[in-house]
């Protein structure tokens, strides 16, 4: 069992692959945190709880002991209000409009396995033997509110999850004014604060600076988990780097508004908090009811950063996405949006999946502009049947003849969505978000519908199933291009308002359980702008998602490596488009596009008809190389080598679980005059292996390639350049 109380202290350690975490029961109940870190056989106490009397930290036994103070203790879970001035997990607001609260432990169990949450994403196991779960009752007597403190430990992972159930077992109706899943205290604040910030397709770009005195968080209020900050937090010992140190991972399984926090108080405690973002959120508890907060999935890695990416990688693709497609190859994709946008019809459709089949290309992909009236994107999202200007002869013959070049055939919807010039906004202008007086303001020319409305999202199920169903449809990109605003709901009653973005999220998430579970044999693939919605709880039901819209080879390079801070290769789409390119108007080789777009699940966008013959070519080369090494970069353990965060340079390598083959990929944005001699070492290989190096047919230790390295050929001229070497096993 990896779980274990000792009675006589009171104290929980869990121990998950390498790591411990330590909690003990003091004072009558108070939920204390003592370590979390390297795994320990025992934890006896060396660094035990120290109390003194600080000035102005309140007392809850003041005629006993002046040196217990809320204030000080590092805790599971705070409330505010009772001597802890720092950030609470929970506030609770009475009927009679108080918000003090006074959880303390009740009782505990320890199972096997990892309970599901009701109605929300979060990772599973495939049996019990996989996973062992505490759940804490913490119980307020003046509230009768109850909470259930949920962690799962994975064997063999440096991996705990943590989540809360709030249940109301009063006689009087609650309101949750903040309702957290995690908090957790470190007795230092020696760290440095990492997160993924950035804007529509420039995303999760990595920020690290040192944690200060108060309070540094990222968060979203826009009703989805953004392009602009992202539901992931990590702190880092100040010598931590891609191979070494410690290092804490914080990642939210959530879809909508969220808020990741670390506070420092005075005496250099650090608090770090996550969940639903409690800005404008309120959730109504009648007694009896109960309200499930999403998942937190915690990774520790004494072995730097890296060494907390792959075990995210590790658990996101085996344990978090889930389906057919789970542990497949991805198809190679060709999807004509940048080629045609809008103004297409199906010859030339045609003519783009013949040029692709031609060239190896697996999977043609219809986008945006085949339903409705949809001729520019103005009008027609929400009616969801096929524009026949367009396609006269209807979605099933144009697959059928794509299908007979010897590929599949995928489609884009982006069924949350509204436009105010279509059929069903003017049967039901009441069906999207919107506040009574308030105007409604438009995103992209469109509205988004209600899904906290049982009716819309049946609607919604109904009309994309029927399509699906219409058509040997093997792929879906599923798209939603805006965010929130007038957050309201017509059938909401007032007192319920501010539950509405938090109900859509459990809309969406029981719309996208029907569909993808009705049609077990389509890839979905998820898309918010590209990446304005790349999070764990999209990754539950749709196992890739659009990694940005920028395909700049170049700007690719910060993107994908900071999405791979968290996410498997296998999650991210990566498209080579035509140049210059659409989105910063740079033109870059068609190798190191290439080359760039092959470090993920490869794809095309662009017009295959209007490429030269050498183009073409080329892109037959790159499908057919690709189709060698795919399931080692979808599979594969991935090791960051040189950051473009730091440089002008960036590397990265792929490598069997075995070690028997890797593939290791180099780009250099700009090239120098007279510039030094350039190499670097890699990681992740056998250091007592030998490998052919098939570029050079060479045959060099595992040993020397990780630490003398391998040199950067100094005929390598130009900008925009890019080497990979494809290495296996000598015999």
Excluded at 339 to 361: M, R, V
Excluded at 391 to 400: F, S, T, V, Y
Aim: glycine residues 6%.
């Amino acid at each position: 069992m990896s779980i274990h109380y000792i009675e006589s202290t009171k104290t929980f350690h869990l121990q998950a692959g390498n790591t411990s975490y330590v909690m003990q029961v003091v004072n009558d109940g108070f939920l204390a945190h003592l370590y979390w870190g390297r795994k320990v056989s025992d934890y006896r106490f060396a660094n035990y709880l120290q109390y003194a009397d600080r000035g102005f930290s309140g007392n809850p036994y003041p005629s006993e002991d002046r040196t217990f103070s809320l204030d000080t203790l590092p805790q599971e879970f705070p409330v505010y209000g009772t001597t802890d001035y720092r950030a609470p997990i929970v506030q609770v607001q009475l009927e009679n409009g108080t918000t003090i609260t006074d959880f303390r432990y009740d009782s505990h169990q320890i199972v096997n396995g990892k309970p599901s949450l009701e109605g929300l994403p979060a990772t599973y196991v495939e049996s019990d033997e996989e996973a062992a779960t505490l759940e804490i009752t913490l119980k307020d007597k003046l509230s009768g509110m109850k909470a259930i403190l949920s962690y799962t430990v994975f064997e063999g992972r440096n991996v705990m999850t943590r989540s809360v159930r709030y249940i109301n077992e009063g006689t009087e109706s609650l309101r949750l004014l903040r309702a957290m899943s995690a908090s957790l205290d470190f007795r230092d604040d020696d760290f440095d604060f990492l997160q993924l910030s950035g804007a529509h397709v420039r995303e999760r770009h990595i920020e690290r600076q040192p944690l200060r005195s108060g309070t540094q968080s990222v968060e979203s209020r826009r009703g989805a988990s953004s392009h602009q900050l992202h539901p992931f937090i990590a702190l880092l010992r100040k010598n931590a780097d891609e191979q070494h140190g410690d290092v804490y991972g914080f990642s939210f399984v959530y879809s909508g508004n969220f808020l990741a926090q670390a506070e420092v108080d005075p005496f250099d405690n650090t608090r770090v908090t996550m969940g639903i973002n409690p800005f404008d959120f309120a959730w109504k508890l009648e007694a009896g009811e109960s309200f499930q907060a999403p998942e937190v999935v915690m990774v520790y890695s004494h072995e730097g950063i890296g060494g907390m990416s792959r075990a995210y990688h590790d658990l996101y693709r085996t344990r978090l996405a889930r389906g057919e497609f789970r542990d497949k190859e991805r198809p190679i994709l060709i999807n004509n949006w940048e080629a045609t946008y809008f103004n297409f019809d199906a010859e030339k459709i045609e003519a783009i999946a013949k040029a692709g089949s031609e060239l190896g290309i697996e999977l043609f992909v219809l986008d945006d502009g085949w339903f409705g009236q949809r001729d520019d994107d103005k009008t027609s999202l929400g009616d969801w049947f096929v524009n026949k200007q367009k396609l006269p002869n209807g979605l099933e013959d144009l697959a059928d003849r794509v299908r007979k070049m010897e590929m599949e055939f995928g489609l884009w919807f982006e069924p949350e969505m509204i436009s105010v010039d279509s059929a069903l906004y003017r049967q039901h202008p009441d069906w999207c978000l919107h506040v009574p007086g308030a105007s409604r303001s438009e995103s992209r020319n469109q509205l988004i519908l209600d899904f906290s409305r049982e009716d819309v999202c049946e609607y919604i199920i109904k009309s994309v199933s029927a399509i699906l169903a219409s058509a040997p449809i093997t792929y879906v990109k599923w798209d939603m291009n805006r965010h929130m605003t007038e957050i309201g709901s017509a059938l909401l009653p007032a007192d319920r308002q501010r539950e509405t973005a938090h109900r859509y999220i459990l809309g969406l998430y029981n719309v996208m359980e029907k569909i993808t579970t009705s049609f077990p044999h389509i890839l979905f693939e998820s898309c918010s702008g590209g990446g304005g919605r790349f999070d764990p709880g999209m990754l539950y039901y749709m196992p890739q998602t659009w990694t940005s819209d920028n395909t700049d080879a170049v700007s690719r390079l910060k993107i994908q490596y900071g999405t791979s801070l968290i996410y498997p290769i296998s999650s991210m789409g990566a498209h080579v488009s035509a140049v210059p390119n659409h989105q910063v108007n740079r033109t870059t080789s068609l190798k190191m596009r290439g080359d760039v777009a092959a470090s993920g699940n490869l794809g095309y966008e662009l017009d295959l008809t209007k490429l030269s013959a050498e183009e073409k070519e080329e892109v037959k080369q790159q499908v057919n190389d690709y189709k060698q090494i795919r399931s080692l970069v979808q599979f594969g353990d991935f090791y960051r080598l040189l950051s473009p965060f730091e440089g002008n340079e960036t590397a990265w390598l792929f490598v069997n679980k075995e070690k028997t083959e890797a593939v290791v990929s180099y780009f250099r944005v700009l090239d120098a005059p007279n510039a030094p001699f350039r190499s670097f070492t890699m990681e992740g290989l056998d250091p007592n292996k030998k490998y052919h190096i098939q570029e050079t047919d060479e045959v060099v230790g595992g040993d020397e390639l990780m630490y003398a390295g391998i040199a950067i050929p100094a005929n390598l001229s130009g900008d925009f350049q890019s080497l990979v070497w494809h290495l296996r096993e000598a015999k």
